[in-house]
């Protein structure tokens, strides 16, 4: 039996002890610094017999309790044997983040954190926190799952890491080689400016020689007929004073009459002499040349393609609509022959809509408010479709002569600009950011263009396109309308099919509405369909009109306009308009 007073031990089996009969049980937490004293109860949670102090004080210390406690005659007989082989010394020496002075002891199950006991104290007390001294539960980690499952994740993010940096290192010396590309064409633009600027400069300086030359050929003109006349004037002048002197008047007198025929002939070539409009001239730049000189203006733009593969916009649920029929406008004019065949459409501003008339070979202005047409520019040949380019430009196609008509609008009037030859028989157009994406039926297939004509983007394919008669773009999506495949194909900027939309039996007008969804003219059918901006869903909007032709979308009015095409000029002389809420 131990002795009381004296320390037990620290290397001891029960064994040694006796029978059950002589074990005497002692508080642990005494009998590792202090006196030894009997046990008077025993802590569950802590699994050590504890003296009639350590008991009470267990109770009060908010780190115990709330700890499950045995009296003397509930607690254990025995000592466990966790309590008899004190485990290994600790090396909890980790400083907890927030408490500087206090080293890392414990760890929350239920908020999977390390704690000092300052943290448990304050802040992971027993009701709310199943709190464990790390000791007493780091043996399960060694080989365990957790570890292995850990070192696992590390060795995977490691190898995504690197993964990673190989990857932005490619990706970068992509983006490098095409901003290397990029100065070369800068170099290249600048050339191609400066030639042009040399061209234009010659070509002034040889209108300024013309005039030059020209007003030293009417100055050697005037000299040598003034020369001449004063000459002339002089000598017979002499004459007529001789023969005056010498009373020689038969003489004098034939001479005084050829020289008044001769003063009637020198007055009318010194009057043509005067008549010489020689004039000062001044120089005044191109207003346009001067613009892009301007301190705010570059050189150029940069455009961007991302290397990463873009998410898809979620998709566009559509919603329920209400229609309701505002009228209709007649596009009719006295300049017109035939019955109208609007087949493009576009808005210029949401008072100014833009048509073009297949049969009448015209551009007309329609102003919506006033519900007329305010002006018509005839036309050599049959347009197409049309796109607005800017609040004062229009882009118009000419699918037989295979070209692009720019056309300015200024005081609502319309005036032909330059033409930009294209590569086939150009049906659609639309307008984004300064590009022009334009389809064409023969061979069939899409463009994307500069302004300036300059080639972005070509994308061809039977399985593609199949007589692609109309075009609308937004900066995420191309759509494109196919009419003998009878789908919608929608596009990204670069050219990929990102979508389609089928069964609609003859597919032809289409514009884009302000929430991403798209409208589109079912011919044969009689109804305009409304299509999920990523080709998912479509519902009909519109049903019993006439034939359906082409179509244009006003966002600030909610307004929805159509053309027909029935060959009866009771319906195609009309715009029907209708109010979508």
Not at 247 to 272: C, G, N, P, S, T
Not at 333 to 349: E, F, P, R, V
Not at 497 to 511: D, E, H, P
Request: hydrophobic letters at 30%; proline letters at 3%.
């Amino acid at each position: 039996m131990a002795v009381p007073g004296k320390r037990m031990p620290k290397h001891f089996s029960l064994s040694t002890i006796g029978c059950d009969e002589d074990i005497v049980l002692y508080c642990q937490p005494c009998d590792h610094d202090g006196p030894r004293l009997p046990a008077h109860g025993y802590c569950v949670d802590c699994r050590e017999h504890l003296c009639e102090t350590c008991f009470t004080l267990h109770k009060r210390h908010t780190l115990s309790r709330h700890h499950y406690l045995l009296d003397k005659n509930s607690m254990p007989q025995t000592m466990s044997s966790a309590s008899v082989h004190p485990s290994q010394p600790d090396n909890l020496t980790k400083p907890c983040p927030k408490h500087m002075k206090e080293m890392i002891k414990f760890y929350c199950q239920n908020h999977e954190t390390l704690l000092c006991s300052v943290c448990v104290t304050l802040e992971h007390t027993g009701i709310s926190c199943e709190v464990n001294y790390i000791p007493d539960i780091s043996d399960l980690v060694i080989n365990s799952k957790e570890h292995q499952v850990i070192l696992k994740a590390m060795d995977t993010i490691t190898k995504q890491c690197c993964k990673t940096s190989e990857d932005v290192k490619k990706i970068i010396a992509k983006s490098n080689s095409s901003l290397t590309d990029v100065l070369a064409d800068i170099k290249k633009f600048r050339r191609e400016i400066n030639q042009r600027l040399d061209e234009l400069e010659r070509q002034a300086e040889d209108a300024a020689k013309a005039i030059q030359q020209e007003n030293n050929k009417n100055l050697k003109t005037v000299e040598t007929t003034c020369d001449d006349v004063t000459k002339s004037l002089k000598t017979s002048s002499g004459i007529i004073q001789h023969l005056n002197t010498s009373k020689q008047a038969d003489k004098l007198f034939m001479e005084l009459k050829l020289a008044e025929q001769m003063i009637k002939d020198y007055e009318k070539r010194v009057h043509q002499l005067a008549a010489f409009d020689v004039k000062l001239y001044n120089f005044i730049s191109n207003k346009e040349i001067s613009t892009l000189l301007e301190k705010d203006r570059s050189l150029g733009t940069f455009t961007e393609k991302s290397l990463k593969q873009p998410s898809p916009p979620p998709a566009v649920d559509i919603k329920f609509r209400k229609t309701t029929q505002q009228g209709k406008i007649c596009v009719e004019t006295s300049k017109d022959k035939q019955a109208c065949y609007i087949t493009g459409m576009t808005l210029l501003t949401p008072d100014l809509l833009i048509i073009t008339d297949w049969c009448n070979c015209a551009v007309k202005i329609v102003d919506t408010c006033s519900q007329s047409v305010t002006d018509q520019l005839q036309l050599d040949t049959i347009p197409s479709k049309v796109t607005s380019v800017t609040s004062t430009e229009l882009a118009v196609t000419f699918r037989d002569k295979q070209t692009i008509l720019f056309i300015s609008v200024y005081a609502n009037k319309l005036k032909k600009k330059q033409t930009l030859k294209v590569d086939g028989k150009c049906q659609g157009i639309s307008c984004y950011q300064g590009k022009l994406v334009v389809s064409f039926v023969q061979p069939a297939g899409l463009q994307i263009l500069g302004t300036n004509g300059s080639i972005l983007k070509t994308v061809r394919g039977e399985n593609i396109f199949s007589w692609p008669v109309y075009v609308t773009t937004n900066s995420n999506s191309i759509y494109v309308s196919n009419c003998k495949m009878k789908t919608i194909t929608r596009l990204n900027w670069q050219g990929e099919v990102i979508g389609s939309y089928g069964g609609i039996t003859k597919l032809l007008g289409i514009t884009l509405s302000d929430d991403g969804t798209v409208f589109v003219c079912d011919y044969d059918r009689n109804v305009i369909e409304e299509i999920a901006g990523d080709c998912s869903t479509g519902k009909v909007v519109l049903e019993n009109v006439n034939s359906p032709y082409t179509v244009c979308w006003c966002a600030e009015t909610s307004q929805l306009y159509f053309s027909c095409r029935t060959e009866q000029g009771k319906h195609d002389n009309f715009l029907q308009v209708f109010k979508l809420s």
